[in-house]
């Protein structure tokens, strides 16, 4: 290259790193894969490295003219002394990852009846299947939860109805959503509603409703006919006719937007990950969620989380998300929602609102759950863990306890001083910590202990496995176009 | 083509009444009411009786002329363009004329001051340490006169905020106060904005359509630092814009690439993505080829050809973040198709050119075509479309 004009000083004049010096930023480091590691500071930015060039950084002993060197510099892992504008970069990165801790609760989950009309094995809020009108949440206690739902700050409140079948109490939905708007005239949140319904009593009535107010509708699609109507049986014995049709109808009515799928693995599920994909590709869908089996609820009774384990389900995942890689290089645009989680918290400045993935723990001050009866859960698995005789994480009764009572009660403050990944054993020093959280729920009802070992945890096996498995991924250049599409 | 924007050859065929240099504007109504005259300039084209009573009557045509009234002048070749609503400064003294305001100009550009604290290695309008506090006063006395349906003027430097923080912000207040349908669009290297306060007294203006484009060349300060061969800009430049964010004030990061820089370019995308992305627009820019650009050539210059993968990576990152980016000064035959709706028209009509083989080319209408100084230097992968 030919040198500049006399006036001008070289790029060496630049450095004012003395000694050529540098300070360590805030970072952690994991093992990626044979020799290779993932290294991450606090906020997220991560570089692949190997063995060699992990030890130098440590040792203060990378070139500085190399780019390894710019890139750890560029992506805050170190600074020296000549620029110091990382650390107001770092505080600023920090904060808009931590930005929703700040601003609190926004989803709140009304469980306006235990009653459903079918009979799942999985279930994981265990319904009760008959009249049972003890089980409605009643327009008092509905009015109750609503006074707390506006104490919270949260600039967005999204209230979701969730069962049992919702839809058997639907009056009481149309009061609820009646008095929320009242309320909202004041307190003017950005206001959102969602109904999780198995649609069996999706009506012109109910559609109409939704259509008024702006509803969103979630629903549960297992897979293909046969699967569908093995894990959600109802009388009748048609709840994938059902299901699609209320799917379809939704879609026509409200607009393609206002209605998702969610999608539960059970043992039958693990073989024929991509007839499950295929059926939500027929069903214009465009974005699945592979989730495990979560241990509650008569899952854990009938023994359906211990018939596979960790192992099984991440192939189940891992070729589940190639097919669907497959699908996008075709054109065309689908998205699993895990990975689309793990990447916005990977590529972005961002964190999300997924609840399982924040640290603290997103139990009650990122969602909270009303039930029925009026009593306070920390979260819907708290609420499972409730139905089936404990009630560790009951926060309160709207009808006894104030605001106050609930968000600062003993054992909420307890379980989020403890769900901290910063400080918790095995998590602190993570690579992959800034892309995960804690479950305080899942590990006391795995381990009896909210923190756990987790070296035992299955929270933490799968969610190495897929952090491993994403990043790699996004080595190769055209599978990165495809999943940079996906961050939100 | 390209239009000269000043002329000195004019010629006076009267006596000058003006001892002091005249800022006004142009009208080719030789009708215009008596009271409006001694602030106006007449222009004619063609020989025909001068009324009286015009600060400045300028000729456009050769011919004779008889009983030519005081403060005639014939204007040189050069800027026979100027029409009506069109400003100019008139300096008496040596006969020379400034163009201001152009009302056809795509965009019309006031230079705040030739002083600068960096010293970029590509600049394009070399800094000269001179006191010419006096184009303020200048700019002041035009915004006045300028079109209301004006759609967008610039402030340009040298470092524009070295006139000093006052001025700085009474040249903002004079642009929203006499043209509030127009767009002001300021350069700045950001580095003074490191001062929270003038990033304040900014925001306060409140300007109706306010754009500050700031240089960031690379995602390290060592390269940025010695792009612009000033210690410690880097920082500065960072705090700049954190600053006026904080302030709500829209920033445009304005990257020009080069043979220094533009190997690190995906990197410069991520890091903006990462820690700036409320920034309001991103432009890339290909390099004017004049001033120290010219005289560092052989060191500076790459052909946007070598550099459309880099560019293509760095556009798309920041795309796919949802920021707002641009190409500037590409031709597009030059920009990956697949990104060839982010290269925009960006250079001012008056130092916009285009090679001969460009008049084949069916995108022309859509290319931003070559600033007047590079066609000596395209791309050696021009090729009509």
Not at chain 1, 77 to 94: G, T
Not at chain 1, 189 to 202: G, H
Not at chain 2, 75 to 97: H, M, Q, T, W
Request: glycine content about 4%.
């Amino acid at each position: 290259m030919s040198p500049l004009g006399k006036r001008f000083k070289l790029v060496d004049d630049f450095n004012q790193a003395e000694n050529h010096d540098y300070h360590l930023l805030p970072s952690r480091f994991a093992g990626l894969d044979d020799g290779r590691y993932l290294l991450s500071n606090e906020v997220g930015e991560y570089l692949v490295v190997d063995r060699s060039q992990l030890e130098s950084y440590v040792k203060k002993a990378v070139d500085q003219d190399s780019d390894f060197y710019h890139d750890l510099k560029s992506k805050h892992f170190l600074f020296d002394d000549d620029s110091n504008v990382a650390i107001d970069l770092l505080a600023l990165k920090y904060r808009t990852k931590a930005l929703r801790t700040s601003q609190f609760t926004s989803l709140h989950l009304f469980v306006v009846t235990l009653r459903c009309d079918y009979t799942c094995q999985y279930c994981q809020v265990s319904r009760q299947t008959d009249d049972k009108h003890a089980f409605d949440m009643s327009e008092e206690t509905a009015r109750k939860a609503l006074a707390l739902v506006f104490r919270s700050p949260s600039p967005a409140i999204k209230i979701e109805f969730q069962g049992g079948e919702p839809l058997l109490n639907f009056n009481l939905i149309q009061y609820v959503v009646s008095e929320a708007k009242k309320l909202n005239e004041t307190h003017k949140r950005d206001l959102q509603f969602v109904i999780t319904s198995n649609l069996s009593f999706l009506d012109d009535t109910v559609l109409a409703f939704c259509q008024e107010h702006g509803i969103h509708l979630s629903t549960s699609l297992d897979g293909n006919e046969a699967l569908h109507n093995s894990n959600r049986p109802r009388p009748g014995k048609n709840s994938y006719e059902i299901t699609v049709k209320g799917i379809k109808n939704a879609q026509r009515f409200l607009g393609r937007d206002k209605i998702g799928a969610l999608m539960t693995t059970t043992e039958k599920s693990l073989s024929q990950v991509r007839s499950i994909i295929d059926t939500y590709l027929e069903h214009n869908l465009d974005c699945i969620f592979l989730r495990p089996l979560s241990p509650y609820g008569f899952a854990v009774k009938n023994h359906q989380t211990q018939k596979y384990d960790i192992d099984r389900w991440f192939e189940f995942y891992k070729e589940g998300l190639d097919y669907i890689l497959e699908i996008n290089r075709q054109g065309h645009h689908f998205v699993e929602v895990y990975t689309q989680i793990i990447l916005t918290k990977l590529l972005s400045p961002f964190n999300t609102g997924y609840v399982d993935l924040q640290s603290p723990s997103g139990a009650a001050i990122a969602a909270i759950v009303y039930n029925y009866d009026g009593d306070v859960y920390a979260s819907d698995e708290a609420r499972m863990l409730a139905e089936m005789g404990d009630r560790k994480f009951r926060l309160g009764s709207v009808h006894t306890d104030s605001y106050e009572d609930i968000w600062l009660s003993d054992v909420l403050l307890d379980t989020l001083e403890s769900s901290l990944s910063e400080s918790a054993p095995m998590c602190h020093d993570c690579g992959f910590l800034p892309y995960c959280g804690t479950d305080p729920v899942y590990h006391y009802a795995t381990q009896q202990d909210v923190v756990g070992h987790k070296a035992f945890s299955g929270f933490c096996a799968k969610n190495m496995k897929i952090f491993k498995h994403v990043i790699k991924l996004l080595e190769d250049p055209d599978t990165k176009k495809i999943l940079t599409n996906w961050v939100r | 083509m390209m239009i000269r924007l000043s002329a000195k050859d004019n010629a006076a065929l009267s006596a000058m009444t003006h001892e002091e240099p005249l800022i006004a504007k142009i009208t080719v109504n030789p009708n215009l009411p008596n009271g409006l005259r001694s602030q106006s300039v007449l222009i004619i084209h063609e020989p025909a009786a001068i009324p009286d009573g015009f600060g400045l009557v300028l000729l456009a045509f050769d011919g004779e002329i008889a009983n030519a009234p005081v403060n005639t002048v014939r204007l040189s070749n050069d800027i026979r363009y100027l029409k009506e609503n069109d400003v100019i400064k008139f300096y008496p003294a040596g006969c020379k004329i400034n163009v201001l305001y152009r009302k056809e100009a795509n965009v019309n550009t006031f230079l705040l001051t030739e002083r600068c604290n960096s010293f970029c290695i590509m600049c394009s309008q070399p800094p000269r340490d001179i006191d010419d506090s006096y184009l303020v006063d200048d700019i002041l006395e035009a915004l006045p006169l300028i079109h209301p349906e004006t759609p967008e003027i610039g402030f340009s430097g040298g470092e524009t905020t070295l006139i000093g923080n006052d001025s700085f912000t009474r040249l903002i207040q004079a642009a929203k106060n006499h043209l509030p349908n127009t767009s002001l669009h300021i350069l700045s290297n950001g580095r003074n904005f490191n001062n929270l306060d003038l990033a304040i007294k900014v925001s306060r203006v409140q300007h109706q359509d306010l754009m500050i484009g700031i240089p960031l060349y690379a995602d390290y300060s060592q390269l940025h630092d010695f792009i612009v061969q000033a210690d410690g800009a880097f920082d500065e430049t960072i705090r700049g814009i954190l600053n006026l964010k904080r302030c709500q004030v829209p920033v445009e990061i304005r990257v020009v690439i080069h043979q220094e820089n533009y190997h690190r370019l995906p990197r410069l995308a991520e890091f903006i993505t990462r820690n700036l992305l409320f920034v309001d627009h991103v432009a890339l820019m290909g390099l004017e080829m004049i001033g120290f650009a010219k005289s560092n050539q052989q060191a500076l210059w790459i052909d946007p050809y070598d550099y459309r993968h880099e560019l293509q990576d760095a556009v798309e990152t920041m795309a796919k973040a949802g920021m707002k980016v641009s190409i500037y000064n590409t031709p597009f035959c030059v920009v990956p198709e697949a990104i060839r709706c982010h290269a925009v028209k960006s250079i001012s009509d008056w130092k916009n050119d285009y090679l001969d083989e460009c008049s084949k080319c069916s995108a022309k209408q859509q290319c931003g075509g070559f600033f007047s100084w590079n066609l000596s230097k395209p791309s050696l992968h021009i090729q009509p479309l």
